[in-house]
């Protein structure tokens, strides 16, 4: 017997439907999309266009750094990060941790599939709407900060060096999470401990992590890896395939590739920034695109507020900006529950905070 209950939130323990693992699917062999996952034309990967200029690397030991930075969280949300401080072997081992995890067998990594109410675990969609269009991805999503959130259960157990790896990877990149919001703190004219704070001090800040495997896809013309999102909190660092293109950010109306840069942490801006900041930074609306030759990896931290934290434009953000918070507030929590049950949908509920 199956029970579903219900949180406060109205969100049951289980998927509307039975979820397929796209890695099953791509092995299998299939030649032809199934209906679910083929998008309408406007929608699809080829829709991408050029954009003049790239997305802007921050090479963080270089004398211009806070100037590309300023720019780049101004006006595209996003940036490459170079010489960031985490050596190679970290970035690349926890690279080959997540690799570990897709590698294992199906019904091994079955034991850790997730539901709808946490996220936590293995998983192959977001939002729990019947029906909806499903992306060409799987992914493996778990808390790693604060400490008394993490799931011991939802780790894979069999795999030596896993939590090793990834715990190593997140703690370099908890200290670069906290330079880079006393950067970004200063830059808005605030106290440089003050985005720390707001995010609930440096014991709470939230770090989860998602590992995204994109398997080969028989029409790639005609789907998506991950739909066009923002990321609902702080902001994120990514680590993706060297060689291999596949995500997206929208600039103005266009969508740009971000090209890989070996050992480069891509960082975006998320909504609880756009918000704190009053609008003067702007979180990135972005996608990830899939291949038939090659299957993609990426490795995904959010870092984000605590979440009884309530979020609202901060006032000095407010009075160097147009001098009116333009934002409602909310907590973290509420707002992320809102995208867990909708699903992905561009940037549309940040701009659904903003007041006339
Ligand atoms: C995400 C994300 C991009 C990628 O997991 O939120 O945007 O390239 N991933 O996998
Ligand atoms: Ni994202």
């Known amino acids: 017997m199956v029970v579903v209950c219900n949180n406060s939130m109205g969100v049951g323990v289980e998927w509307p439907e039975p979820v397929e693992r796209v890695q099953k699917l791509a092995e299998s062999g299939i030649q032809h999309l199934p209906q679910r996952y083929i998008r309408p034309p406007q929608d699809r990967s080829s829709s991408l266009s050029l954009s003049p200029t790239g997305v802007p690397v921050v090479d963080l030991s270089a004398g211009n750094s806070m100037k590309v930075m300023q720019s780049a ?19 690349s081992s926890a690279m080959n941790a997540s690799r570990g995890f897709f590698d294992l067998p199906m019904s091994e990594k079955q034991l850790y599939a997730n539901d709808p109410l946490t996220y936590e675990g293995y998983g192959s969609r977001v939002g729990v709407q019947k029906g909806i269009l499903l992306d060409w991805g799987d992914y493996f999503f778990h808390h790693v900060r604060p400490l008394s959130h993490q799931k011991q259960h939802k780790w894979p157990a069999n795999l030596p060096h896993f939590r090793r790896n990834i715990d190593e990877y997140c703690s370099r990149v908890f200290e670069l999470c906290k330079e880079l919001l006393g950067i970004f703190s200063e830059d808005l004219g605030l106290p440089k401990g003050c985005l720390v704070e707001r995010f609930g001090g440096e014991e709470q800040i939230g770090l989860s992590c998602r590992m995204n495997y994109y398997p080969k896809c028989p029409q790639p013309e005609l789907t998506l890896g991950l739909s066009p999102h923002t990321d609902p909190g702080g902001f994120t660092v990514i680590i993706q395939d060297d060689n291999l293109c596949g995500l997206q950010v ?8 971000v090209p890989p840069i070996p050992k480069a942490l891509i960082i975006i801006l998320a909504d609880q920034l756009e918000v704190l900041s009053n609008g003067i930074y702007t979180s990135a609306e972005h996608r990830a695109t899939v291949n038939k030759e090659r299957e993609r990896m990426s490795l995904v931290v959010f870092c984000n507020p605590d979440g009884e934290m309530k979020i609202g434009p901060v006032e000095e953000a407010v009075a160097a900006g147009r001098g009116k918070a333009l934002y409602e507030e ?10 867990r049950t909708v699903g992905t949908k561009g940037k549309s509920f940040v701009n659904s905070r903003k007041g006339s």
């Open 73 to 91: 969280c101004r006006e595209w949300g996003v940036f490459q990060l170079v010489n960031h401080g985490i050596p190679d072997t970290v970035l």
């Open 330 to 339: 909310m907590s973290f929590n509420q707002y992320r529950q809102l995208i």
């Open 250 to 257: 929208k600039k103005d109306v266009v969508w740009v590739s």
